[in-house]
């Protein structure tokens, strides 16, 4: 039997994938109050995981996929399982890698963009949105002591942003490369980062195509920054040997001690051998908020590009980096294409054009929303708050005892314990399987310490009293 004229043949969508609005409301109202009780249930938890994987597996396996089953009792299991199951970022005692608790108006920022969905891809079928990543990239560049008309974008972390300062600096060394790679170099392409370096550098090159050995780990100076001898040094040799330097890096931050390399003796080095300078400034480029302290990264505003993630010390949710290009020139050479079906209002502006990615998601609105809601005064004093606490845990542990062995001049401790207390991977062990803080296993200089990185902007005085007495409970 035909439809009646005006019906349509075609079957309503699926309830349960596209609700109507007043189920969609009463939905997003549970979840909202059900988040707003995990959070303060995480906050008084453990803040490792408590799960046990082996029941969770079994109930893995009774998800067939063959029924559906509610929303609501799905949000709940949900919930029940990311609270058991994750070591909490969000914890107050989280003195953890570099990924704090996020702000809210970050938070805010990726409900909005999961309702509107845009794909960020170009400038035609996203205006706005790319204009206001751009506008925020600017200001950041601005901040960061870059020249008038820098440009850069966001990325998915710090090891995207790394790689596209990584090509763009091959595309420069080498007008074939675009072409044909590695090949048009007449020795082996080599780059230069601090032994103490992120080690997604090592991946970049073999991402890259030019192999991890092209990652030159060059000496410290026995305190944790590059060496601008040893430096000087692996260049020359490597010359010598017939390779083709093209890259210098320069950490603002390092991963297991938060130290500085020499900023301003890496941009001589770089200028002097014509090589493509890039700071990874992933955690430490934040102070860039701080009037007071913006001077510790002097040497940055004469970088060609650098690397500042905003899901670090700007706290914004995950997957939120950004890469800063002095000449945004740069960018378009290195990942121009030529796409019939891609709409586009400013080209020099289209992610796809410019970056790595295609698909993309809106990332921007997490900072913008932040920087907006707070200013850059307001990230200022997070990141003086996080330094003042750094410098108290410091000073108690070494009035118990301990040593401090490295000299960040960011929100970062190594330190090692007493004898009285064992080594210190025993005393990292002892505070996770307490739960009461988290708190990592490190290497520095060749030596194992405890790294503890303030990160969560709402951690008390309780908190870091209850880190300090758990540190030093025996064993």
């Known amino acids: 039997m035909s439809a009646a004229r005006g019906d349509s043949p075609i079957a309503p969508p699926a309830a349960a994938l596209f609700p109507e609005r007043a189920e969609r409301r009463r939905i997003e109202d549970y979840l909202t109050r059900a988040l707003a009780l995990a959070d303060e249930r995480v906050g008084a938890g453990a803040a490792t995981p408590t799960i046990d994987m082996q029941a969770f597996r079994r109930e893995l396996e009774s998800f067939d996929f063959s029924s559906p089953r509610p929303l609501t009792e799905l949000l709940d299991w949900s919930i029940a399982a990311l609270e058991r199951g994750l070591t909490h970022l969000t914890h107050p005692r989280h003195f953890g890698l570099f990924n704090p608790a996020p702000t809210f108006p970050s938070q805010c920022a990726d409900r909005l963009v999961a309702a509107f969905n845009p794909q960020v891809a170009s400038s035609g079928t996203s205006p706005a949105a790319v204009a206001l990543e751009a506008h925020v990239i600017r200001r950041v560049a601005e901040r960061a002591g870059f020249p008038a008309g820098a440009g850069g974008h966001f990325t998915s972390g710090g090891s995207e942003a790394n790689y596209t300062a990584l090509l763009c600096a091959l595309t420069r060394a080498h007008p074939g490369f675009t072409a044909d790679g590695a090949r048009a170099f007449p020795g082996a392409p080599v780059f230069y980062v601090s032994k103490e370096c992120h080690r997604s550098w090592v991946k970049i ?53 938060g130290m500085l390399d020499p900023l301003a003796a890496c941009a001589e080095l770089a200028a002097r051998h014509q090589l493509w300078y890039h700071v990874d ?15 510790v990264l002097a040497g940055l505003e004469r970088a060609d590009s650098a690397t500042i993630d905003a899901h670090k010390w700007f706290a914004t949710t995950m997957g939120c980096g950004m890469v800063l290009i002095r000449d945004p020139a740069a960018l378009g050479a290195t990942f121009q294409v030529s796409a019939s079906y891609m709409q586009s209002h400013e080209r020099s502006l289209d992610p796809y054009m410019n970056t790595v990615q295609w698909s993309r998601r809106f990332l921007g609105l997490r900072l913008f929303l932040s920087l907006a809601a707070a200013g850059w005064a307001g990230h200022a004093a997070h990141i003086e708050r996080a330094l003042a606490q750094t410098a108290w845990i410091g000073s108690e542990l070494e009035r118990r005892g301990w040593t401090i062995v490295n000299d960040s001049p960011f929100a970062l401790l190594n330190v090692v314990p007493p004898a009285r207390l064992g080594d210190a991977r025993s005393v990292v062990e002892r505070v996770i399987a307490s739960g009461k803080a988290w708190v990592a296993l490190a290497r520095f200089e060749e030596r194992e310490v405890i790294r503890i990185c303030v990160t969560h902007g709402e951690t008390s005085a309780t908190d870091l009293a209850i880190l300090v007495e758990t540190l030093n409970a025996g064993a």
């Open 205 to 257: 090159g073999h991402q890259a195509g030019i192999g991890r050995a092209a990652a030159r780990l060059v000496n410290t100076d026995g305190r944790g920054r590059l060496s601008p001898a040893s430096l000087e040094r692996a260049i020359a040799e490597d010359r010598a040997r017939g390779c083709v330097p093209f890259l210098l890096v320069a950490s603002a931050g390092t991963t297991n001690a």
């Open 281 to 295: 400034a992933a955690w430490g480029g934040a102070l860039i908020a701080c009037e007071r302290l913006r001077g």
